[in-house]
């Protein structure tokens, strides 16, 4: 079947075909650089911080204000009567490698705020540290100024004191980060009455309007909720990376359906406009008809899925259900009234070998508990740690082009996009996308 066996328009057809691959194949490589899910991402841009930098500076600027023992705390006003809070904000910190971050996630989720804001906040640190000292920030000044509690293990009275300290010498890093965690939202679920408790690692920073935002979406779902739209719900996640929203494995059947439906369709469609078209029953014979559907089609949509589903199916701005492939707990606001069985869940996990990741752990019970799970797009948030000690290394040194950027990728892309400069943020309720 050599090409000599086409006739002129034949062979002229399928060269423009070809050179209309390469212009898609071009076009895809271009705008799917910033999709982890593309074939053709590239980390240089998705990577890339723009938003992040601009709030990390503006968080560290407002911050220095109050760090200086003589400059006034943010006039607290007296947290009476109960329920007066909206939300707890819980941040369990830890010592980290290269660099702490702790003063931009505090930094940024309170410099935007106005006073009724921030009087609707509960700000709570846990240093969760045998030895609090230990910690860089511990002794900042900003730190008392600006949060509504510091604590430390002594602070809490169900702190395990000597199976921390053995975890510590171990360095027993995930079973730790269990306990830490189910301690900081212990303390938050304790010490409030807020119906929110957002928990949130000490490596995050926060877009300028992440409270309105934040809050208006939790109305949102909660109408939701009582008009029976969706279940009971665990949490809300206000971080997510696209990095696993691409195309799933799993879902294999669905897309093989898809593309045999798509390469039948144009099969169908010639063989009937060659039927009914006189002239061009000289061009769609079966030998051209195969290259078209066997070859050309089939090449199309593989570049389809090379491309990456972000890049064709991009989340829609507002509130998502995201009940699978969400990742990572960086930044989650939980409803009050799930708490009690999250905690006892996180309990029961800290004695299971192997032990299980945080995010993990959450999900699992979620799963049991068959609580729905949602996620705010844009990301509120974004994951600027470098580096963990979770990570098992040597020797830490700063790596890839970037100062800013999160620790194994946990990005989120939208984020850098979304709030910039040319953003205005107008119809962000008006799409809702996927509920
Ligand atoms: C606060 O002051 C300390 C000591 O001078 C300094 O190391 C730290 O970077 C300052 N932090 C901020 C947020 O300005
Ligand atoms: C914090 O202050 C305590 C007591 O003043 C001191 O022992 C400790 O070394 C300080 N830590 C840091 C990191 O500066």
């Not at 053709?40 to 938003?51: A, K, L, S």
């Not at 002239?279 to 559907?293: D, M, R, W």
């Not at 790596?399 to 989120?412: I, L, M, N, T």
Request: proline share 5%; aromatic share 12%.
């Amino acid at each position: 079947m050599a090409l000599y066996h086409y006739n002129r328009k034949q062979r002229l057809l399928l060269a423009s075909f070809a050179l209309l691959f390469l212009v898609l194949l071009g076009l895809c490589h271009f705008w799917s650089a910033r999709d982890p899910g593309s074939y053709f991402f590239q980390p240089n841009e998705g990577y890339r911080p723009e938003y992040s930098v601009q709030r990390i500076h503006e968080s560290l600027e407002w911050l220095s204000a109050y760090n200086h023992s003589d400059a006034m705390g943010p006039s607290l006003p007296d947290i009476s009567p109960p329920h007066a809070k909206s939300a707890c904000v819980g941040i369990v910190t830890v010592k980290r490698p290269l660099q702490q971050d702790l003063d931009t996630t505090v930094g940024s989720i309170l410099d935007t705020l106005t006073p009724e804001q921030r009087a609707a906040l509960t700000v709570q640190v846990l240093f969760a540290l045998s030895d609090p000292s230990d910690h860089p920030d511990y002794n900042q000044t900003w730190l008392t100024n600006v949060v509504d509690r510091v604590l430390t293990y002594d602070d809490l009275a169900d702190a395990p004191g000597w199976i921390i300290l053995n975890l510590e010498k171990k360095k027993n890093i995930k079973k730790k980060s269990l306990i830490d965690y189910r301690l900081g939202l212990q303390a938050c679920y304790d010490m409030t009455d807020a119906p929110w408790i957002i928990m949130l690692e000490d490596d995050v920073v926060a877009q300028r309007n992440w409270y309105e935002h934040t809050m208006r979406s939790v109305q949102r779902i909660e109408d939701w909720h009582r008009a029976d739209a969706i279940k009971d719900w665990l949490y809300v996640r206000l971080f997510y990376t696209e990095k696993f929203l691409g195309w799933n494995s799993e879902h294999w059947p669905i897309y093989l359906a898809w593309s045999v439906l798509v390469v039948s369709v144009c099969a169908s469609a010639a063989i009937y406009i060659r039927r009914t078209v006189r002239p061009a029953q000289g061009i769609l014979t079966n030998s051209f008809l195969l290259v078209l559907c066997g070859f050309y089609v089939p090449l199309l949509i593989g570049l389809f899925f090379l491309t990456g589903r972000i890049t064709w199916f991009p989340l829609q701005d507002g509130v998502h259900l995201m009940n699978t492939h969400g990742c990572c707990s960086q930044a989650l606001l939980f409803n009050r009234e799930n708490i009690p069985a999250l905690l006892g869940y996180l309990e029961h996990m800290e004695d299971v070998v192997p032990t299980k990741a945080v995010d993990s752990v959450i999900e699992m019970l979620a799963t049991r508990a068959d609580l729905d799970r949602l996620a705010i797009s844009p990301s509120q948030m974004q994951h600027v740690g470098a580096a963990s000690y979770k990570e098992k290394k040597k020797t830490w040194k700063w790596e890839g082009p970037y100062r800013v950027k999160g620790a194994h990728g946990v990005w989120s892309m939208g984020f850098e996009k979304a709030y910039g400069v040319h953003s205005t943020g107008h119809g962000w309720f008006d799409l809702d996308g996927a509920v």
